[in-house]
């Protein structure tokens, strides 16, 4: 799932930094999704990290 979200993301940048023209509508709504891909991600890499950072209460 995070490989998708990672390629996915990736060519949302892609478009944006192009240097072509959008129509107005079409900008925000790759802005938002790229937002919403970026936010995913986040979501997705935290429950590991909090995992390994809280002790085990039963040692």
């Avoid at 799932?1 to 993301?9: A, L, R």
């Amino acid at each position: 799932m995070k490989k998708v979200i990672n390629k996915i993301g990736r060519a949302l940048q892609v478009v944006l930094l192009a240097p072509i023209k959008l129509p107005g509508k079409a900008l925000h709504i790759i802005k938002y999704i790229a937002l919403g891909l970026g936010i995913l991600e986040t979501v997705l890499d935290d429950p590991g990290k909090k995992e390994k950072e809280v002790p085990d209460e039963m040692e």
